[in-house]
């Protein structure tokens, strides 16, 4: 996570790099996680990071800290990656669209969230971010010819212009529902979500996620720090 320096942020990436192991990184929190923008990153494909697990404020946070840093002009590396994705002007009107009859989406809109996941997929090519009651949103670059609609999401939507057979997929997924008066404790319900990301090896899929959400609920009703939980198989 990054509680830990930027120095260390890099050198854990690097080895990372060179050892081919995969990295989950969990933000912390929207001061720490403006880390990120000061550690050397490299790009997709090349990156490391698997998954990154922010809330909506902490992703807000990471790109504020990244266009700063001038993260973004990066035209032969950042841009060439992120215009091979397929983000075309008839995609985000798909997403407009789909505002008008959802209202969390317009929401997203409006708050830019989902052009923030966009421009930080380059560096961070799944991101799984955290909106408390209002469930998860799941931003990654996928393979246009595996991308199907998830019986378990709320809606799911993909570019279809990308090159290299890449496009970014885009799939919400509402809360487990949980009882006020079963809540006990909210502390690491979202180290628990990263927890279950991490033990299936940072593959992001509808059980997945399923299944981390169930995670996360399990975290919130239960007094121990880490609840008794059947990872899927």
């Known amino acids: 996570d990054t509680n830990v320096s930027v120095e260390v942020i890099s050198a854990v990436v690097a080895s990372a790099s060179m050892h081919e192991i995969k990295v989950l990184i969990e933000p912390t929190s929207a001061i720490k996680c403006r880390k990120l923008a000061q550690s050397n990153l490299p790009l997709f494909p090349s990156t490391p990071i698997q998954v990154?697990?922010?809330?909506?404020?902490?992703?807000?946070?990471?790109?504020?800290?990244?266009?700063?840093?001038?993260?973004?002009e990066d035209i032969d590396g950042w841009f060439n990656v992120l215009d091979a994705l397929g983000i075309t002007s008839q995609f985000r009107e798909k997403?407009?669209?789909?505002?008008?009859?959802?209202?969390?989406?317009?929401?997203?809109?409006?708050?830019?969230?989902?052009?923030?996941?966009?421009?930080?997929?380059?560096?961070?090519?799944?991101?799984?971010?955290?909106?408390?009651?209002?469930?998860?949103?799941?931003?990654?670059?996928?393979?246009?010819?595996?991308?199907?609609?998830?019986?378990?999401?709320t809606f799911t939507l993909a570019t279809r212009d990308g090159r290299h057979g890449l496009c970014v997929e885009v799939a919400h997924y509402p809360a487990v529902p949980i009882s006020s008066d079963a809540v006990v404790n909210v502390t690491g319900a979202g180290d628990t979500l990263a927890g279950v990301l991490l033990a299936v090896s940072g593959s992001v899929t509808p059980s997945t996620v399923a299944a981390a959400q169930r995670a996360a609920a399990a975290a919130v009703c239960s007094p121990h720090a880490v609840p008794q939980f059947k990872l899927p198989e």
Do not use: C, M
Not at 52 to 72: D, H, K, N
Not at 124 to 136: E, S, Y
């Open 95 to 153: 997403l407009v669209h789909l505002s008008r009859q959802n209202k969390l989406v317009a929401r997203y809109l409006q708050e830019g969230v989902f052009q923030q996941a966009f421009q930080l997929l380059p560096f961070f090519p799944r991101l799984v971010i955290k909106d408390g009651a209002n469930g998860v949103l799941v931003v990654q670059i996928g393979d246009v010819n595996t991308v199907i609609a998830n019986a378990g999401s």
């Open 52 to 72: 990154v697990t922010p809330t909506v404020t902490e992703l807000a946070e990471i790109y504020a800290a990244f266009a700063e840093s001038g993260r973004f």
